[in-house]
């Protein structure tokens, strides 16, 4: 209901600019057809992506192989406490809580680092935060979410917010 209402707002108020809009009196032959003025547009309104989302998406092979690699250490993470064989929640809790704080803190798991790829915000390319993480940890343990993909983004990239990039993080000096 929201983004209806916004997108007739908009359309509503370009209409009442352009009809309180007139030809400059006194201009013959002027250069605005039927009484339209140019609209300034805003400096900040169109800009290009950040540095950071320049990188490509990430190859499904790469993101597999991370999720390898970090599931086959919360295995053994989960075997310091628990037995994997007889216990099945321990290995997905400890993935929840690996990919939440290095998600959130570092946008790189160490399956992530060692396939060189990395996890980060959409909207601006930086971390996703403790939160967000979170969700997106959530949603990748219940497996179906991270199968359904479009545009290189699966339900659990989209619910975080999170793109997944080739490439190790810029550097910040």
Request: one cysteine or more; charged letters at 15%; hydrophobic letters at 45%.
């Amino acid at each position: 209901m929201w983004p209806r209402r916004y997108d007739y707002g908009i359309a509503r108020a370009c209409l009442e600019c352009f009809r309180h809009v007139t030809a400059p009196s006194g201009h013959v032959g002027s250069p605005y057809p039927s009484g339209l003025r140019s609209v300034p547009v805003a400096q900040g309104a169109i800009s290009a992506p950040p540095a950071a989302l320049a990188d490509p998406p990430a190859s499904l092979a790469r993101r597999f192989g991370a999720l390898l690699v970090d599931w086959l250490l919360c295995v053994f993470v989960s075997a310091l406490f628990a037995d994997p064989r007889r216990h099945g929640w321990a290995a997905p809790l400890v993935l929840l809580v690996a990919y939440t704080f290095f998600l959130g803190l570092f946008a790189q798991t160490p399956g992530m680092r060692l396939t060189r790829i990395r996890c980060v915000a959409r909207e601006d390319g930086g971390r996703l935060g403790l939160p967000r993480s979170a969700l997106r940890a959530a949603l990748l343990c219940l497996l179906v979410p991270a199968l359904i993909m479009r545009d290189h983004r699966g339900l659990h990239d989209r619910a975080a917010g999170s793109v997944v990039l080739s490439g190790h993080p810029p550097r910040s000096s």
